[in-house]
Structure formats: C-alpha cells, structure tokens
C-alpha cells in the first residue's frame, strides 16, 4: 500500500538548471532541531523584519514539506513499518516484569530514608540540647561572676570610711550614711591614715568592679536574660537588680561627696582618684557638673549676679570686658589645679572638658541670667565690644588645651558652638549696613556739591578733600575696617560693603556729568567749572588713597587668609579704585567744553565786523577790536583762581591749557572762516553784477564793497595777531594748533601766510 501525497515534488531551475530554493534565506531550518529551540524567541526576533503573515504562510509551507519528506520515508520503507507492529508480541508482560524489580528497589530506598531522616533529627536534636545547655551554663557563670562582682562591690562600700561632718548635706541618703559609717573608719583613723585618700582609692576600684559589672551585664543576651527572668518575678533577679541599683547609688553618693571634699581642700591625690573612678564608669558628666555647682557656680556669681537688678547697680553695667578679666583671675586662682591634675600625661583623663563643660556652661548660663542685653546687637559698638571681649575669653580657655585636636574639639562642642551662638552677627553686619550705607547716599542726595568750609585733613595725610561727599565716602570706606566696627567672620561682608560704596559714589560722579548737561533745562544752579575742579582733585586724592593706604590697612586686617584669597581682594579693590579713576577723563572733558562755551561767547562778536565795514566810510583798520582781549579773559581768571592755583597738578593745568585754547581757537576759525566766505561771495556777487553792465551807480558801490571787505580782512588779521599773542601770554605757541594755522591763512594777506612767532 503506498500513502497518497498531494504535495507537488516539483522543483523549479533557473536558467543554467540548478533547482531554485522556494523558501527565503531568514527562514533557517536548522534552528528547529537545536535543543535550546524556543518558538516565543525565534518569532519575536524575526518579527522585527519579517510581517506575521509571511511568517505564518513560510512556516505552513515547511510543515507541508516535512509532512510530505514523512510519507514519502513511509512510502519507501512500508514493508519494515508494518513488519514492525507484528513483531511486537507480549509488550505489556515485559513491561510488567520489568516493572517489579524497580518497585522492591523503590520501597527499600524509602525504608531507608525515613530511618535516615530519624537518625538525623534525633542528632539535631541532641546539638540543639547541648547548645542550649552549653548558653545556659554560660549565663550561668556570667550570673555567678555578676553575684561575685555585686558582693565585692557591697563589700568594698562597706570599707569606705566617712566624714560625717563633710557628708552632712541633703543630697546623700540615710542608706548611704549608714552604710559609710561604721567601725571601719575609727581603724583608719587610729593608724592615721588619710581618710579621704583612702576613701578615694576604694572608690577607684569600686569604679572599677562596677565597670567590670556593667560589662558582665552588658554582655552577649545576658540584659536581656535578666530583663526576662526579672519579669517572671524570679527572687535571685529581683534581688540581683535591686543590689546592683543601690551599688549604683551608693557608689554615685559616695564618689560625689569624695570628689566635692577633695574639691574643697585641694587635695590633689583625692581628686586624681576619684577623676579616675568617673571615668572608669563612665559618668565624666557627673564630675563636671560638681565642679561646675561647687566651684565655678558660686564664684562666678559673685561677678556676674543672676539678678538684673543688681548688675544694673554694679559699675560694668552690661559690658563684659571686665568681667572676663575677674572670671581669668579666678580661673588662673581656683582651677588651675583640677586642669593639671586632668591633663596629666597617660593618666587616662582626657576625656573630662572642665573648660568648656564647667567653666564656659556656667559662664554662658550667668551672663543669659544677668546680663542679657549684652547679646543686643541693637547697640552695636557695646554689642562688638561685648563679643570681641568673647573671643579673647575663648582663646585664653583654649589656651589651656595641649594640643590642636583638643582645640578643634573644643570648638566644635556643643557648649561652644551654644555660646557663639548668642551673638548674632547678621544682625549686628545689617545694622551697621544701614549706618554706613544711610550716611553717604544721605550726602549724595544733596542737589549741589557742598565743598568743606574748613581744611580737614584726610587723618594725617598730606593731601586734603574738597568735598563734603567725598570726605564722607572716604569715611564710610575706613569706618568698614575700623576697629569699633569691622568683625573678622564678616569680613566677606564688610569687602562687598566697601566695593558697594566705591560703585554708589562712581555712579554719583557719573551722575553729575549728566546733571550738567542738563543744568539749562532743569537745575536752578548750575555747576560751575570750579566745581569740576574740586570734583578731578578729590578723585586723584581718593585713588591714590584707595590703593595705598587702604589697601593696605584691608591686606593687614585679612593676614589670616590665603595668598588666594588675598589676591582676590587686592584686585576687587584696584579695580574699583580704578573706576573712579576713569571718571576723571569724562570730568576733565566736561571742564573743558565749559571753559570753552564761556571763554567763546566773546567771539561772537566776530560777525559783527561786518555790519561795522560794511557800506561805511570808517578808515582802514590799524589795531585790534576790543572783543579779543576778552576771549581768553575767563579762561585766564580761571586759571588765576585759588581753587586752579591750588588744586590742579601742572599736568592737568598743562592739559586743560592745551585742550582750552584748541577749542576757543577752533571756534574762532569757524567764525571767522564764515565772515571771509560771505565777505568773498559778496565781492564775488559785486564783480558779476559790474560784468552785466551795471550803471555807474553799481560800479561806485562795488567800489565801496571791495574796500569794505579789504578793511575786514585786515580787522580780522589785527584781531587774529592779538589773539596770538594773548596765547602767548598763556604759555601757548599758536603757531602749534593746526587751527591757528588755518586761521591766519584765512585771513593774512597774501604776502603774510607765514604765522608769526609771538613772545610774550
């Protein structure tokens, strides 16, 4: 029988016969007989190229083609497939008997297992017994070493000799009396022994036992061993907690008292002792604090009262300055001692701070009681006062410390940083702001310079300011690194203060260059050029101080800081001393075209020789017009005047000179130029009317307009030799300004081109 195939087995070749492939190249048929094959993966990456229906139809097509490769397979070997199925005679019997053998083997293999697994959690369990056991027996003799260490303890306070008469304050209990005193003390006393020393040594090593203590409690789980066997109200807990409270107690009673009669007789092997036992419990806080209130308290009281009222009473009022210096005498008196003891090398105790947890606490604590106000910074030179008197403080107390890190602890404390932090420095930089920033742009405000009624010097220097304004700005810029006001952790604040000074007056003098353009139009009095004079010399003064003097006294005060740093600040500050400098140009050009527009109001005048000439009889000219000896008469009294003569330097003089007569000079031969030209195209005009044959008539005036035009040129010849030798009188040469030059030829005759050589 041969399984019918509808598949065609059909090939198609191409044109050199070779049988051409149906199925595209993505379309790999080895993937699907790798063992890794997953479908989701291969359909996801071919998707990404490949549409789903081409896919689907490529992937039918191939399961056609292996249905057809299976029928033909069967086709060919059909005779061996169907011999197949009879060959297999009795399939289930062989299975059976194979069967049989693996199910014995199974319930062997299970027998064995459950007996393995009993055998292994009797041993775990047996592990866990002797764990618990082994924990038990350790918590037990950590149990017993604590009992020990609880009865050492009591038994130790039970030898501590008393003092009655010393111990006899509020504070220690009846228990711990009656456990102080007893017949112990009377054999100390009888062998003559120092009570107190010894006392201090049992201390020491009840300290010691007790540290030993808290470390047995602390171990492993045995706090909360305690805690557990406490709450089923087991009597030996009950009893061992209570026995470790009133150990706690009495040693803390007894160590206090100890340490304050050491305190009060200086005993210096007491007080050794007893730091010693605090810190071996690590209780430092409670020494500091008895020395604070047995010591430090009381003393410092005295100087500084927790009553207002009484400091009010008192001479220092709320300034500080001479409190500090009594609290250092008492320091240097009353606690230098217990600061050598705790400083003693490789005793252990370091770890006490009485500086800054005694001393400084109850400092800070007295001057919060009883003189508040001094943290106001409301009144700001008692308030800097105040805090600089601080900072010394400070730095004496770290002047007791050995070495920079307990320094750099000391200020990074928590009683440290709660003492500075009362001073509020922001608040005292923001009112001083208001001070120094209010006093000059109040002076600035003010509609017309105001120059200095008195000489006042600049504190010493040579040089003198002219100005009301510019003595105030120099004022306000020192008073930023005065002494009564500058602070050293403000001084990125008072630096920006300064730079906005030096910009708040360069823009007022800004302001009056504009202020005088505008004068004619809206201001009642106008600047004056004498006022530029002062406005050019205080700018020179306040440059040369800027970056002298100043500049120097702010590098001093900033010592402390980087060369960085430093650097910075030298080159903000040139560069706003240097803003004001580039005003002086924009000054000195204003002053300039002032002298100019008021020296050549005269050369106005010029048009008018003229209206003088013309159609006139009047004589050829032979001197000058008496307009000329006027032109350079303001400029002249200008330079004459006292302000001139006694702040312009010979090199702004000179400048102003120059720049002056140039301009005036430029002036006068634009004017004169035009009455050539109009007295030329009037002759010009003349001559034409006399070529279209003008009556007699015409040709006698024409006559009179060349003469008229020949005596102007010559008045304007004599007017421009006089104006030369009025520059000459200046110290100018005319014959150096090009419109001089200019102007002569204009007007000198043909055979006199040459410009003269004036001397005065």
Not at 101 to 109: A, Q, S, V
Not at 375 to 390: A, D, H, I, V
Request: aromatic share 8%.
């Amino acid at each position: 029988m041969v399984v019918q195939s509808h598949h065609r087995s059909t090939t198609t070749t191409d044109i050199f016969g070779d049988p051409i492939d149906s199925q595209p190249l993505w379309l790999k048929k080895n993937l699907f007989h790798q063992s890794n094959f997953d479908s989701e993966t291969y359909i996801t990456d071919l998707r990404t190229f490949v549409p789903l229906e081409n896919l689907s139809s490529e992937l039918r097509s191939h399961l056609s083609s292996l249905k057809h490769e299976l029928l033909e397979l069967i086709n060919r070997d059909y005779a061996d497939f169907v011999n197949l199925s009879t060959k297999l005679v009795d399939v289930e019997g062989a299975i059976l008997r194979m069967r049989a053998p693996l199910t014995e083997l199974r319930e062997k293999i299970e027998v064995f297992r459950g007996s393995v697994e009993a055998s292994l959690g009797s041993l775990q369990n047996g592990l866990r017994q002797r764990e618990e056991a082994a924990n038990a027996r350790e918590i037990l003799e950590l149990m017993l070493d604590t009992f020990h260490v609880v009865s050492k303890v009591e038994k130790l306070i039970k030898e501590l000799p008393s003092v009655p008469s010393d111990w006899s304050n509020g504070d220690v209990t009846s228990t711990v009396k009656s456990s102080l005193s007893n017949g112990a003390s009377l054999q100390y006393a009888e062998n003559g022994t120092n009570i107190r020393e010894t006392q201090s040594m049992l201390l020491e090593r009840i300290a010691s036992e007790m540290n030993r203590l808290k470390f047995y409690i602390a171990n492993g789980q045995c706090s909360f061993i305690l805690y557990v066997m406490a709450v089923q109200n087991l009597p030996f807990i009950e009893n061992m907690a209570k026995r470790i409270q009133s150990a706690n107690l009495l040693l803390d009673a007894s160590l206090g008292c100890c340490f304050m009669d050491g305190l009060k007789h200086r005993d210096a092997n007491v007080i050794y002792n007893c730091l010693r036992a605090y810190a071996a419990i690590d209780n430092t806080a409670g020494a500091e604090e008895i020395f604070r209130t047995t010591v430090v308290s009381p003393l410092v009281q005295q100087i500084i009262p927790h009553s207002y009222s009484d400091v009010v009473v008192g001479a220092s009022g709320d300034g500080l300055e001479d409190d500090y210096k009594n609290i250092m005498k008492f320091v240097e008196k009353d606690c230098v001692f217990l600061l050598d003891i705790s400083s003693t090398a490789n005793s252990g105790l370091h770890v006490f701070d009485f500086l800054a947890n005694s001393i400084l606490k109850e400092v800070l604590f007295a001057i919060q009681k009883g003189k508040p106000r001094a943290f106001t910074p409301g009144r700001p030179k008692e308030f800097l006062k105040n805090y600089k008197s601080s900072l010394a403080f400070l730095a004496y107390l770290e002047g007791y410390y050995l070495s920079r890190s307990t320094v750099t602890s000391f200020r990074s404390g928590d009683v440290c940083k709660e003492f500075l932090k009362q001073w509020n420095i922001e608040a005292y930089f923001s009112i001083r702001f208001q001070d120094i920033a209010k006093a000059l742009d109040s002076s600035l405000m003010l509609a017309a310079l105001t120059p200095v009624q008195n000489s006042i010097s600049n504190e010493g220097h040579s040089q003198e300011l002219t100005l009301q304004q510019s003595v105030i700005f120099l004022e306000s810029l020192r008073s930023c690194w005065r002494e009564d006001v500058f602070v050293l952790s403000c001084s990125d604040k008072f630096l920006r203060l300064s730079l906005q000074l030096m910009s708040r007056y360069s823009t007022w003098l800004s302001s009056l260059l504009g202020d005088k353009k505008d004068d004619s139009k809206s201001k009642p009095g106008p600047i004056a050029p004498e006022d530029f004079v002062y406005v050019v010399h205080d700018i020179n003064c306040l440059v040369k101080e800027v970056n002298g003097d100043y500049l120097e006294q702010v590098l001093q005060l900033l010592s402390g800081c980087s060369v960085e740093v430093l650097d910075q600040v030298k080159y903000c500050i040139f560069r706003s001393g240097n803003s004001l400098e580039n005003v002086v140009p924009s000054m000195l050009n204003t002053l300039i075209e002032s002298l100019i527009e008021k020296s050549a109001e005269d050369l106005r005048q010029v048009k008018g020789i003229i209206a003088t000439y013309r159609m006139t009889n009047k004589p050829l000219p032979v001197r000058h017009s008496p307009y000329v000896s006027g032109v350079l008469r303001p400029f002249k009294a200008f330079l004459e005047g006292e302000r001139a003569t006694r702040y312009l330097t010979s090199e702004v003089r000179n400048k102003l000179i120059l720049s002056v007569t140039e301009g005036i000079t430029s002036r006068y031969y634009n004017l004169a130029s035009e009455v050539v030209d109009t007295t030329r195209k009037t002759a010009s005009s003349l001559q034409r009317l006399r070529k279209h044959g003008v009556h007699k008539r015409g040709e006698q005036s024409s006559d009179v307009s060349d003469l008229s035009n020949d005596k102007i040129c010559m008045q304007l010849f004599l007017d421009v030799q006089e104006y030369g030798r009025n520059l000459a009188a200046l110290g100018v040469t005319a014959a150096n300004i090009s419109d001089y030059c200019l102007l002569w030829q204009c007007v000198a005759p043909a055979d006199r081109q040459t410009v003269d050589n004036f001397s005065t």
